[in-house]
């Protein structure tokens, strides 16, 4: 059996834990310095997971900015940016968005059975479109990926996508960003919404780092064995 990818979650929040507010303007949670943190890691990974919800609503690119990375990546005879994923449940994607139209690699979109046909007919040309079961689910998408060589992928969001790896046991390592500010808004996103976690009371994840960049706090957490120290 393939080993299924090293999975990292990455998130940024404020202090009482919203990851966007109200508003329709996208809120920024990082900085420069932490932004070129995530860029690093991006660019370590294999690929990189979002939910189509954070592709309609922030129209991400997912691509390494950093000329130099990029190159680093191509001399290892890698492409330039990770191959990019996301996952629908409704099928309704734009092929407009930047996440399609940006980068030359790989875009993989995961949904049901059920709209495997509308999916293919949105964006079928500007990506492949993958049967990921019904529903789908985290297991059939890592299962899919390692079978196309991905060794580690990073997901990225939202908290929808978060709270499914987290509750399915699949998460190895979780980079958490917490922003000096509060949001005090019920109608924003949170990191995750309810659910039973591997990780409680009684079986704490173990911190591996917690360092200061800038005005933001980055914790890194092992919730794996998987996760070197």
Not at 108 to 126: F, I, T
Not at 145 to 170: D, I, K
Request: aromatic share 6%; net charge neutral; charged share 25%.
């Amino acid at each position: 059996m393939t080993t299924r990818p090293y999975v990292l979650l990455s998130c940024a929040m404020s202090i009482d834990g919203y990851i966007d507010d109200a508003t329709t303007d996208r809120l920024l949670l990082s900085n420069d310095d932490d932004l070129d943190r995530v860029d690093a890691t991006r660019a370590g990974c294999d690929a990189i997971l979002v939910g189509a919800a954070t592709v309609r609503r922030d129209d991400p690119r997912l691509l390494v900015r950093s000329e130099r990375r990029r190159a680093e990546r191509v001399a290892r005879g890698l492409p330039p940016s990770p191959v990019k994923v996301t996952v629908t449940g409704s099928g309704d994607l734009d092929p407009g968005a930047r996440f399609f139209t940006m980068g030359d690699g790989i875009k993989l979109v995961y949904c049901p059975s059920g709209v495997v046909d509308k999916a293919r007919e949105q964006v079928g040309a500007v990506s492949t479109v993958v049967d990921a079961g019904d529903p789908a689910t985290p297991e059939a998408m890592v299962a899919d990926l390692a079978g196309r060589g991905v060794t580690r992928l990073m997901v990225e969001g939202g908290g929808s996508m978060h709270r499914q790896f987290l509750t399915a046991g699949l998460a190895d390592e979780l980079h958490l960003v917490v922003a000096p500010f509060f949001v005090g808004d019920g109608r924003a996103p949170r990191f995750v919404g309810d659910g039973r976690f591997p990780w409680h009371p009684g079986r704490r994840a173990r911190v591996v780092e917690v360092r200061q960049i800038g005005d933001v706090v980055l914790t890194r957490y092992a919730l794996s064995d998987r996760c070197p120290a």
